[in-house]
């Protein structure tokens, strides 16, 4: 996953296949979030965490093209399951 900021990213949805559902409650931050996903499988494209205004973006590098490669950080992060 790569953090950008909203004013930097452009999307092209000629389908209308990217949907949002937004969380309201439970959130670690306890501020909303915005889950950008695809319409047709269901993956989460990208998060917009309402915490920072909207001003950032959590994108999956993974589902793009060649995106863990060209978005690997030299910090890498990672995260602990819950459910371990």
Same mark, same amino acid.
């Given at each position: 996953?790569?953090?950008? *900021?909203?004013?930097?990213m452009a999307v @092209?949805?000629? #389908?209308?296949?990217?949907?949002? +559902?937004?969380?309201?409650?439970?959130?670690? @931050?306890?501020?909303?979030?915005?889950?950008?996903? $695809? #319409?047709?499988? #269901? $993956?989460?494209l990208w998060t917009?965490?309402?915490? +920072?205004?909207g001003m950032i973006?959590?994108?999956?590098? @993974? *589902? *793009?093209?060649?995106?863990?490669?060209? +978005?690997?950080?030299?910090?890498?992060?990672?995260?602990?399951?819950? *459910?371990?």
């Amino acid at each position: 996953m790569a953090l950008f *900021l909203s004013r930097n990213m452009a999307v @092209s949805d000629p #389908g209308n296949n990217v949907k949002i +559902y937004t969380i309201t409650e439970g959130t670690q @931050s306890g501020f909303p979030k915005e889950k950008h996903f $695809c #319409g047709n499988c #269901g $993956c989460t494209l990208w998060t917009v965490p309402r915490k +920072y205004g909207g001003m950032i973006r959590m994108i999956r590098t @993974s *589902l *793009l093209d060649n995106g863990l490669a060209r +978005y690997k950080s030299e910090r890498d992060i990672f995260m602990k399951s819950v *459910l371990d």
